[in-house]
């Protein structure tokens, strides 16, 4: 239970710096790994040079 909550709370604090114009999906991928797919490539180069 304590994983759900603390993934839920890093999705959203996530989404709230980042603010990504097309939105964003992370999926919690097992064993501290996650996936994360932007819809916009946009978001992904901001992501990708450290903007938040």
């Given at each position: 239970?304590?994983?759900?909550?603390?993934?839920?709370?890093?999705?959203?604090?996530l989404?709230?710096?980042w603010?990504?114009?097309?939105?964003?999906?992370?999926?919690y991928?097992?064993?501290?790994?996650?996936?994360?797919?932007?819809?916009?490539?946009?978001?992904?180069?901001?992501?990708?040079?450290?903007s938040?």
């Open positions: 239970m304590a994983t759900v909550v603390q993934f839920q709370a890093m999705r959203t604090t989404v709230n710096l603010h990504p114009h097309g939105g964003v999906k992370i999926t991928m097992g064993e501290k790994r996650f996936l994360f797919q932007f819809y916009y490539e946009i978001d992904l180069d901001r992501f990708l040079d450290g938040p």
